[in-house]
């Protein structure tokens, strides 16, 4: 969560105090169909990067807002569960690798796993997200034991 916020304008800025904020603030836009949330989040540097589990690599904020834009469009009601994130610390820089499970509308039963690096960085406006790569997992990279009932099939990608 964001520790304050500021005005710049008429638009308010909010300050992230951790990397662990950044991202519960990524999920929860997504989860919302937030796109200006969404955006918020991202680090202020022409090289932000997202990757879908497409393998579509997006570079700067208006490829990165264009996507999402149709992704909400198309799914305006997506909800992430992460677990099992592996994280790295450091002054400046963050990577956190975690496990995504999407859902879909009141779908109770999730899509993927999908593998998710999300790499963040320090600057004036606090903690901001400057990379986050989404990639289909096969279950038996997760390592915990997890079975899918579609061994083999295909996993549905949506983001």
Do not use: K
């Not at 589990?53 to 834009?69: D, V």
């Not at 009601?77 to 820089?93: D, K, N, T």
Request: glycine share 8%; hydrophobic share 45%; with cysteine.
């Amino acid at each position: 969560m964001p520790v304050a916020e500021r005005a710049q304008g008429a638009v308010m800025i909010a300050v992230f105090a951790t990397p662990d904020d950044v991202e519960a603030a990524f999920y929860e836009a997504i989860a919302r169909a937030d796109l200006a949330a969404l955006m918020s989040v991202w680090a202020d540097d022409e090289e932000i990067v997202c990757i879908h589990p497409t393998g579509q690599r997006l570079a700067g904020a208006e490829a990165i807002r264009e996507s999402w834009r149709s992704i909400f469009t198309n799914n305006p009601r997506l909800r992430v569960r992460i677990s099992r994130g592996i994280r790295w610390h450091g002054m400046l820089i963050a990577v956190h690798n975690v496990v995504e499970t999407l859902y879909v509308g009141d779908e109770r039963r999730g899509h993927g796993p999908m593998l998710a690096t999300n790499v963040f960085q320090r600057g004036a406006r606090g903690w901001r997200l400057l990379i986050h790569h989404s990639s289909t997992a096969l279950d038996r990279e997760i390592g915990d034991g997890e079975q899918s009932s579609e061994r083999g099939a295909s996993p549905r990608i949506l983001h």
